[in-house]
């Protein structure tokens, strides 16, 4: 009886993940053709994938004055890179402290509290959104940078995601840094985090696409023009553009090629992170 070589098996395992990619990418492709076509070739009756006739005129109008006065793009492009780096350090420092506390120091009620924390993840953020945004408004911080990034430092996966990864390093480098004299802080800022940069690596990237993606939040904090992100100012310019598709395509490549090519270029090292750290107890 024949038998398939095992490469000749792996590309039949491969095969629906390709059409499954192909599938996926296709709403992506048709963003990006749409956005360089003029307008009457995207009503045309005929319409074709590739455009007959491209053009530059779909981004030239959405970054014109007349387009920027009342949709500020690059500012709306500049407040979600800053929120998300800003969120994404952030995020980083909070995170790996706690984890590192939960991994490694020995205090009362150390395991009944890390649960506590788990327990937040099975809480719909639906649920906290009202509770959060009244806490927000009375601390002052209604439509500034701050009330929009530091509500997001408060997330239970982070913390899970790296203490699983400290538990799992070897106990023996902290106790030779402690015997050199090493402090705490030291050893964690030293030893423990050079040691951990593919699951910060991993947390990094994860939280930069949530941020940047995130729209509810930064829409019921904000309630001016020049505060929001891209994902909220596109709502709003497509609200004004329905029937202009090449220009609302415009707009939303805009929005998305950041993930996409941050996605491009960092899915090994998110591979290589989920993989080392395994999730695992």
């Known amino acids: 009886?024949?038998?398939?070589?095992?490469?000749?098996?792996?590309?039949?395992?491969?095969?629906?993940?390709?059409?499954?990619?192909?599938?996926?990418?296709?709403p992506l492709f048709?963003?990006?053709?749409?956005?360089?076509?003029?307008?009457?070739?995207?009503?045309?009756?005929?319409?074709?994938?590739?455009?007959?006739?491209?053009?530059?005129?779909?981004?030239?109008?959405?970054?014109?004055?007349?387009?920027?006065?009342?949709?500020p793009v690059v500012r709306w492009f500049i407040n979600s890179v800053g929120i998300s780096l800003a969120a994404t350090f952030l995020v980083l420092a909070v995170s790996s402290s706690a984890a590192y506390a939960f991994a490694r120091l020995k205090f009362r009620y150390r395991e009944p509290l890390f649960f506590m924390v788990l327990a937040t993840m099975m809480v719909p953020g639906q649920v906290m959104l009202i509770p959060v945004f009244l806490i927000v408004q009375k601390l002052g911080l209604?439509?500034?940078?701050?009330?929009?990034?530091?509500?997001?430092?408060?997330?239970?996966?982070?913390?899970?995601?790296?203490?699983?990864?400290?538990?799992?390093?070897?106990?023996e480098l902290e106790e030779a840094a402690f015997l050199d004299g090493a402090s705490y802080f030291t050893v964690f800022s030293r030893v423990i985090l050079p040691l951990s940069k593919p699951a910060l690596a991993t947390l990094a990237i994860f939280t930069f696409m949530a941020s940047w993606n995130d729209f509810v939040w930064p829409l019921i904090i904000t309630d001016d023009v020049s505060m929001r992100t891209?994902?909220?100012?596109?709502?709003?310019?497509?609200?004004?553009?329905?029937?202009?598709?090449?220009?609302?395509?415009a707009a939303a490549a805009i929005t998305t090629l950041p993930m996409i090519i941050a996605f491009l270029i960092f899915?090994?090292?998110?591979?290589?992170g989920i993989a080392l750290q395994g999730l695992k107890g």
């Open 267 to 272: 899915q090994k090292r998110i591979t290589e």
């Open 142 to 171: 209604f439509n500034t940078y701050p009330g929009i990034v530091l509500p997001g430092l408060g997330g239970a996966f982070g913390v899970f995601l790296l203490r699983q990864f400290f538990i799992q390093l070897p106990v």
């Open 230 to 249: 891209l994902p909220v100012g596109l709502t709003i310019f497509q609200g004004r553009y329905t029937l202009q598709y090449g220009l609302t395509m």
């Open 30 to 71: 048709w963003m990006l053709e749409t956005s360089f076509k003029p307008e009457s070739e995207v009503m045309s009756a005929t319409p074709h994938w590739i455009p007959s006739h491209p053009t530059l005129d779909n981004y030239r109008s959405l970054f014109s004055p007349e387009h920027l006065e009342e949709f």
């Open 1 to 26: 009886m024949l038998t398939l070589a095992p490469r000749a098996k792996r590309w039949f395992a491969q095969i629906p993940m390709a059409l499954f990619a192909v599938v996926m990418a296709i």
